[in-house]
């Protein structure tokens, strides 16, 4: 259980159930069972998946990772890595034919795209993580596609305002994951792994998350109330973000301290956006 524990990576949890839950409740779902099982599906069985599968095919690169180890992805002795995928697939995959089966054929699909994007990420013939921009865009994949399977679950209508914001939800996540993988430049490339960084190189990739989290907040302004403010919440990622503008290949590991940094943003972040949430339903009587 400590493996497993350690391998679903914690702090990591409240990523996908929180964009789940949110969805769902914001597109008109109930405090019902499907979104307490929803919620728990995305909370702990995704992310073991996600990340069990992830940590088992990158063992060896994961070695020569001085920042694995720890919350950022377990190092699980190669002995263990049978048991890490029998249980993702015994965690994940009865409840994922509940919710499969409980919604309709688009909220469906988007479960389907939601897992796939899980396996296809780093499993053997597949590693999108090694394909340069295909890498952001599947990980984004992984933390957008809860909100949209659980706002089709409760029956929303896909109209511009939900699509910008799951726009904004992608631009920020292709950002984060680009932005992630500067860090990692150094002992990527001495493991021989393709990613967008080690392709483009520390200072685009940089100054591209940048952009890409300018272009969050800007979509944010096709979302109605509280979109506006809510796009201003990404402006502490791209200022984070671009304080590394000038970092080269060889010294890509300083992104480091710039990663925890994000990784408190998105606790105070998802503190605020709760909290405007909160105010605007107030505001509307509710």
Not at 27 to 49: H, K, R
Not at 223 to 247: D, E, I, K, Q, T
Request: glycine fraction near 10%.
């Amino acid at each position: 259980m400590k493996d497993l524990i350690a391998t679903s990576r914690p702090v990591s949890w409240v990523n996908t159930a929180y964009p789940f839950a949110a969805a769902y409740l914001l597109a008109g779902g109930g405090i019902d069972w499907l979104l307490l099982l929803g919620t728990a599906f995305f909370l702990v069985p995704y992310n073991l998946a996600m990340y069990g599968i992830n940590d088992v095919f990158d063992y060896e690169s994961d070695l020569l990772n001085p920042r694995k180890g720890g919350v950022e992805g377990a190092v699980v002795p190669r002995a263990r890595h049978r048991r890490i995928l029998w249980a993702s697939g015994i965690a994940t995959v009865p409840i994922a034919a509940v919710l499969l089966a409980s919604g309709g054929p688009a909220a469906a699909a988007a479960l389907v795209v939601s897992l796939a994007a899980v396996v296809a990420y780093s499993a053997p013939g597949l590693r999108f993580k090694e394909r340069p921009v295909v890498d952001s865009i599947t990980s984004s994949t992984h933390f957008v596609s809860p909100a949209v399977y659980g706002w089709l679950l409760a029956d929303g209508r896909l109209e511009q305002g939900p699509v910008a914001a799951f726009a904004a939800f992608f631009c920020w996540g292709m950002a984060s994951h680009a932005f992630g993988a500067v860090q990692d430049i150094l002992p990527d490339r001495a493991a021989h792994l393709g990613s967008v960084a080690t392709i483009a190189g520390a200072r685009v990739t940089v100054i591209a998350s940048g952009a890409l989290y300018a272009a969050a907040g800007i979509l944010c302004l096709a979302v109605p109330a509280p979109g506006p403010l809510a796009g201003l919440l990404c402006v502490p990622y791209a200022v984070n973000a671009l304080r590394f503008a000038r970092l080269t290949d060889e010294t890509s590991a300083a992104a480091r301290s710039g990663w925890r940094v994000f990784l408190w943003l998105n606790y105070a972040t998802g503190f605020l956006f709760t909290l405007l949430l909160l105010w605007t339903h107030v505001r509307s009587g509710f």
